[in-house]
């Protein structure tokens, strides 16, 4: 699976423990903890695996105040997964779920997950057959998985790489992601979600932002150009990408 980052390292917010989950090429993460200045033996994440595919990308990440963190993975058969650690153990039974089964690439990684800072609610974004649209799905604290919604911005990008980043002491969430011509370069989108319901300040930030298509010749398998993240507890949001000459970095703040 080269080319792909089937692998992840989180820490739990109470306990500090780490949790390692990877892929070992079958269908089933692996998953190892970290506790006490050792290794457990590892073990698989599931009983029973929801798919069917190779499992190629791994995110997880952390909610603040506890020791939950969530799984997110993509296997070979363009599906998304999700399942969350309770500090002890993964519930299964309570929060495993199938989000997707046509992401928009497997080549490069079109999805994130934030937990949010104020409530603590979890968001998981994609990006899903080749539309410029996105789809998201919230989990509120302590409940259960919300309903998949299709996001269709008025103009956007294709979400072949997406990133997501929380705000500080907040509830809002920013989202940079490209992708989008089969030659050449590629679109740059954002939104940011304020924490409830609604995404704002969709756009098409630019249109010639250096290309991740998976069409030959111009497959970079792998490739993340781009970055975004808050500046600490003003409200703006800056994000970092590669521009199309592929020689050179740009920046947006909004």
Known sequence: ?????????????????????????????????????????????????????????VELVRRCDTDEIALVYADANSDLFAVIWTGTTWDEAGTEVTLETALS?????????????????LLVAWGFTTVAQYRFVT?????????????????????????????????RIALLAAGGPTVGNDDLGGAVWDGVSTWLNEARIDADCRGVNTITPYARPGAFPLVVDWVGTTGQVVGVYEDGTGTSLDWVKW
């Open 1 to 57: 699976n080269a080319g792909r980052r089937g692998v992840d390292l989180e820490y739990e917010s109470l306990a500090g423990d780490g949790l390692a989950v990877y892929s070992n090429d079958t269908t089933n993460p692996q998953f190892r903890t970290f506790s006490g200045g050792g290794w457990s033996a590892a073990a698989s994440v599931f009983a029973t695996p929801p798919g069917a595919g190779t499992v190629l990308w």
């Open 105 to 121: 690439t497997i080549e490069t990684k079109c999805f994130d997950a934030e937990y949010e800072d104020g409530s603590s609610d």
């Open 139 to 171: 989990k509120p604290a302590g409940g259960g998985w919300g309903t998949v919604t299709t996001q269709i911005p008025g103009t956007f990008c294709i979400p072949e790489v997406l990133e997501l980043a929380r705000e500080p002491n907040g509830s």
